[in-house]
């Protein structure tokens, strides 16, 4: 984040104020979503879509409950994005063998196909956005934030 962004992201805070972590990260999850999503627009693809795309790249599916848990989706945001994803082709539900009442998604072939394409998009972003930070590797952290 440059400082001209860190001044704009505070202008209404008294002068003198140091910014509040959570304000800072806010900020650059904004940035570097909305900058991802421009690289995945091309695709026609959203941040979300990606991510659904990703958590169940394993094979193994996900029961729609866990997965909204494990991406912090609500489960009516999930259900619209796996059903567009299915809409599509690149994704599909399926009842558990052992409890008819659970219902999992998984990544169809073509999904897997349209992932790797979306992935090399995701991973230049990521790789300008670390560049552009001139930072040594800022995971660490960021993985110990995102587990409190």
Do not use: F, N
Request: hydrophobic share 45%.
């Amino acid at each position: 984040m440059t400082t001209k962004g860190a001044v704009a992201a505070h202008e209404a805070v008294p002068a003198g104020t140091p910014p509040l972590l959570v304000e800072l990260v806010a900020l650059a999850h904004r940035r570097l979503t909305s900058g991802l999503a421009a690289a995945l627009a091309e695709e026609d693809c959203t941040v979300d879509q990606w991510r659904v795309m990703r958590a169940l790249a394993d094979g193994e599916g996900r029961a729609m409950g866990e997965l909204a848990q494990a991406l912090l989706i609500p489960q009516a945001s999930l259900s619209r994005l796996v059903d567009a994803l299915a809409d599509a082709g690149l994704a599909y539900r399926r009842q558990d063998d052992h409890d008819r009442r659970r219902i999992t998604a998984h990544l169809s072939r073509q999904g897997s196909t349209r992932l790797a394409r979306l992935d090399a998009l995701a991973a230049a972003h990521d790789t300008a956005v670390r560049t552009a930070c001139g930072l040594p590797d800022p995971t660490a952290p960021l993985t110990r934030l995102a587990t409190l």
